[in-house]
């Protein structure tokens, strides 16, 4: 099992609709895939076109009452369930203070899942917290979504020195340029620059693209309503890259 978590400090980058369209690649490749919407706002689940809510909330979850295979939800879609998000989130970051090693929690409720899942994606919300600290030590690819602006890549380098800041060596950090505007200068130069400074960028670039924004009127993933799109190659093209970076 592999535990693939969709980050950025920065809102707006299109975390949400990466963790969607990557995680239903998996799926469509007959992977067993999971998606952890732990995102209060619930954006993955609605999505999926599933209620975010979870019964006993996030309290329940974090004590032990409920383990995650009790909150599995299914979706539409062959091999790809869902754990929903739940308004209780907000108060992850409380909840984990109260933990004993609260940064492996995480990781230790994702653990019984192994045996049923290939691959587990977490869509997590945009800040640097508690909640992102244990997301750094439960994945085994922190894969941020950056806009090719100064703001979003500066945003990168703040991730980059807070792991290392914090010794977190075994997250690997993998960026890729997501919302890219050809048709601007600006992004084409930022994102050639952006390739010596940081030589781990993904070749594969996620486009602005008006069918990504139908996301929130289809409420699927972009293939399964626009599969030959040049938005849902590029979605295709980039799982394959990070495909081969789980495979030993």
């Known amino acids: 099992m592999k535990i693939l978590a969709l980050y950025s400090i920065k809102g707006g980058v299109g975390k949400t609709s990466s ?32 209620k975010p809510k979870i019964k006993g909330g996030s309290k329940d979850l974090m004590a032990g009452k409920r383990e995650l295979d009790e909150v599995i ?43 049923d899942y290939d691959f587990i994606f977490l869509d997590c919300p945009p800040s640097i917290s508690l909640l992102s600290e244990a997301v750094f030590a439960a994945a085994d690819l922190l894969l941020s979504p950056i806009i090719p602006t100064t703001l979003s890549l500066r945003t990168l380098a703040q991730l980059k020195e807070f792991l290392e800041d914090h010794d977190l060596k075994n997250t690997r950090l993998v960026p890729f340029f997501s919302m890219v505007d050809r048709r601007k200068t600006m992004h084409k130069d930022i994102m050639h620059n952006a390739l010596a400074d940081y030589p781990e960028l993904l070749k594969t670039a996620i486009p602005y693209a008006s069918d990504i924004e139908r996301m929130g009127l289809e409420r699927m993933p972009l ?23 789980t495979v030993p």
Not at 81 to 97: T, V
Not at 228 to 244: P, V
């Open 73 to 115: 939800k299914g979706t539409d879609f062959d091999n790809l369930d869902l754990i929903p998000a739940d308004f209780s989130f907000r108060n992850l970051d409380l909840l984990l203070d109260d933990k004993k090693k609260p940064t492996r929690q995480l990781k230790k409720r994702l653990a019984p899942l192994a045996n």
């Open 19 to 50: 963790a969607v369209n990557l995680a239903f690649n998996a799926a469509q490749g007959g992977y067993r895939t999971l998606v952890w919407d732990l995102d209060p706002q619930g954006a993955s689940s609605y999505y999926f076109r599933i």
């Open 223 to 245: 293939a399964a309503y626009s599969r030959k799109s040049r938005s849902a190659e590029a979605y295709h093209e980039l799982w394959q890259e990070i495909l081969a970076l």
